[in-house]
């Protein structure tokens, strides 16, 4: 099933905002937004939307050897062009969240 | 902990699927490395490759596949290498044999031949890596036509060249030296460049033997023959030990 540009949006933005408290990992982004229940994409999709950022240059990767000595990881880390889209997409967002609020408010 | 092989195989899959739609091989490396470290961890927590993919492998792989440049850096590259070294192989070829003559359709006839051939390969490898396992059948048909391809083609070209008459080149002794010395360094630089040994070891198979047998009173037949087993001995030797190294590491 295909996402809908709608969901790949918030998952952007949902992934920038963790990326902004601290380097992290593949797996890790795909835990926290699981246990903050954004359950509605599979833990698989957050690559090609990594790919889409890191292309656009909002975040950069380094390789770092895990601390059990194995093979290495790919941590990702927020670019400069990366925090003004994090700020961007969380004005975004308040308009939009408060605009939607508000409609589904009055039907009730 | 080792990866199951439901997630060795769609990673595989999914590298096929990437170089034969021409992405960068370092990139591709680096995603299917990622992916590869994701699915350890989530195999530990109990979980398979469909929970986190969560679709299709096919709509996975075309996903990610449109979020990767195409990498015409790195498609020049394959094009001019695999032209420059069918030229080597016939040069090589025709150096043993110590004539060296041209046509024009032969000259503009190969490169087209390396060219459709390679294009063909990558569609066909692009489609065999998101079909599903059940379609064996396909899969088969498709190596064989694509197998008969290049023959099928390399004979078109002879028969071309018998019936359309075009300007040719031929070297005299000097030039085939030059050019038999081109032709080895583009062997040895391809091989240091892909970093196997195929390259030097097929020529080597090819037209020793038949540089061998060509000085001894053998007649022709027995001296082919003689050449085609060594070639097909000395191939499956070093599939073998290939096959064998491959599997210690």
């Known amino acids: 099933m295909a996402m809908s ?46 790919l889409r950022m890191k292309k656009d240059g909002w975040v950069e990767t380094i390789q770092k050897t895990l601390p059990s000595g194995g093979p290495k990881r790919k941590y990702y880390i927020l670019t400069e062009s990366g925090q003004q889209e994090l700020l961007a997409f969380k004005q975004r967002w308040a308009e939009v969240s408060n605009g939607v609020n508000r409609v589904l408010e009055e039907d009730e | 902990m080792e990866l199951s092989k439901k997630s060795r195989d769609f990673l595989d899959d999914l590298s096929v699927y990437l170089i034969s739609s021409g992405k960068s091989e370092t990139e591709v490396k680096d995603i299917v490395f990622e992916l590869e470290d994701h699915l350890l961890e989530a195999e530990q927590a109990g979980k398979d490759v469909d929970d986190v993919i969560g679709q299709s492998p096919k709509s996975y792989m075309q996903y990610i596949g449109r979020e990767m440049a195409f990498d015409k850096k790195g498609f020049m590259k394959i094009i001019a290498m695999i032209i420059l070294n069918l030229f080597a192989y016939i040069i090589i070829g025709n150096f043993i044999q110590g004539e060296m003559t041209f046509s024009t359709i032969q000259m503009v006839g190969f490169p087209l ?7 063909a390969a990558s569609q ?24 008969t391809l290049p023959m099928l083609s390399f004979l078109g070209l002879m028969v071309l060249d018998i019936f359309i008459e075009t300007p040719t080149v031929t070297f005299g002794s000097n030039g085939q030296l030059v050019l038999f010395i081109v032709a ?63 599997k210690e590491d």
């Open chain 2, 124 to 147: 066909a490898f692009r489609a065999m890596s998101i079909r599903t396992k059940e379609s064996k059948f396909r899969n088969i048909l498709t190596y064989s036509l694509l197998a």
């Open chain 1, 5 to 50: 540009q709608m969901l790949k949006g918030l998952l952007e933005g949902c992934l920038l905002a963790i990326i902004s408290k601290g380097e992290t990992y593949g797996y890790e982004m795909s835990e926290k937004l699981q246990n903050y229940g954004f359950t509605m994409v599979s833990e698989g999709s957050i690559y090609p939307v990594l």
């Open chain 2, 113 to 119: 031949v390396a060219l459709l051939f390679l294009l």
């Open chain 2, 184 to 246: 080895v360094i583009i062997l040895l630089i391809t091989s240091v460049w892909t970093k196997t040994w195929i390259n030097l070891i097929i020529p080597i198979l090819l037209y020793v033997p038949q540089y061998a047998f060509s000085r001894t009173s053998l007649p022709f037949e027995q001296q082919s023959i003689f050449s085609m087993l060594i070639l097909f001995i000395g191939m499956a030797i070093f599939f073998l030990v290939w096959a064998k190294k491959n």
